[in-house]
């Protein structure tokens, strides 16, 4: 009798055991990784010179999660009419526009309008003045606040049942998380999954790089 007990307690822990497991990789399977960015740069070709010298190259210091970005080794300084912030970070490889995303908290400083953007949509965004160590650059447009928005794959999009374009709400767990709107999906071929969201968003729910996100249509 006492080894039947024991066999069905046994049963009853692998049991428990199997589901933990499956409800751990239910969870990862349905949570989406996050990136907490800062402000931060993208310069044109063109730019680059200005700010750098003829020929300048990028030095890449640390790769990014989405394929082919990096942060690089160099900063510069941004001016707006009210102030400017030194030491910002700029991201390789170089883009076709110069793109500046900064904190909303930022623009008071500056003295520039919080256009929240999609990263690419710089027409009517906030002018601001780049400050390199050659030379600066006076944008008439390109500074922005990043709208949140997650990357992902075509097979994850999928996956979650989202497409391309569709705005989404982000759960985002934690002793003060919360719900995030107004969530971008962007969804291609050559995107890794990641939400995608600034210090000052993070900061207001204590999120970390840790934090789980799932999304919520």
Known sequence: MNLNVDALADIIVEAINVQGVMDKSTEETQSVPLGISNRHIHLSEED???????DY???????????GQFACKE?????????????VRVLGPVRKQTQVEVLAGDCFKLGVSPCIRLSGELEGSAPITVIGPKGSVYLRAGAIVAQRHIHMSLEDAKR??????????????????GIYDQVLIRANDTSALECHLDIDEANAMQLSSSSIIKIIK
Do not use: H, W
Request: proline share 2%; net charge positive.
């Open 75 to 87: 900063t510069v300084t941004i001016c707006g009419s009210r102030g400017a912030i030194e030491k």
């Open 57 to 67: 190259q990028l030095t890449s210091m640390k790769d990014l999660s989405q394929p």
């Open 48 to 54: 680059l010179k200005v700010c750098f010298g003829d």
């Open 160 to 177: 979650f049942g989202v497409r391309d374009g569709q705005v989404v709400s982000i759960q985002c767990e934690g002793k003060r998380g």
